[in-house]
């Protein structure tokens, strides 16, 4: 579920973007982005949880650990995208 809630939050990005060097109001669509992100972060982070509730330690250390940078890249990725569009002036 993660991993839809990010490609969705590329999309929205992208759109954000798009949106934005064409002239246009893009509030919208940084607004939708930035959800996204957060319920990618929540779904990742839940998935994690699981593992640890059903005591699951293997899994837990082989998701963990390779999914963390990939997540961080990917939500800085987020913010600074979104961010350029909300603080470069065009």
Same mark, same amino acid.
């Given at each position: 579920?993660?991993?839809?809630?990010?490609?969705?939050?590329?999309?929205?990005?992208?759109?954000?973007?798009?949106?934005?060097?064409?002239?246009?109001?893009?509030?919208?669509?940084?607004?939708?982005?930035?959800?996204?992100?957060?319920?990618? *972060? #929540?779904?990742?982070?839940?998935? $994690?949880?699981? #593992?640890?509730?059903?005591?699951?330690?293997? $899994?837990?250390?082989?998701?963990?650990?390779?999914?963390? $940078?990939?997540?961080?890249?990917?939500?800085?990725?987020?913010?600074? *995208?979104?961010?350029?569009? *909300? #603080?470069?002036?065009?």
């Amino acid at each position: 579920m993660g991993i839809i809630f990010g490609l969705i939050a590329i999309f929205f990005a992208t759109k954000n973007v798009l949106t934005w060097s064409r002239g246009l109001d893009s509030s919208k669509d940084c607004f939708l982005s930035m959800a996204f992100t957060c319920l990618a *972060i #929540f779904s990742f982070y839940n998935m $994690g949880a699981n #593992f640890l509730i059903k005591e699951d330690i293997a $899994g837990a250390l082989d998701v963990i650990p390779t999914i963390r $940078g990939t997540l961080l890249a990917c939500t800085l990725g987020s913010i600074l *995208i979104n961010g350029v569009t *909300i #603080f470069k002036r065009k």
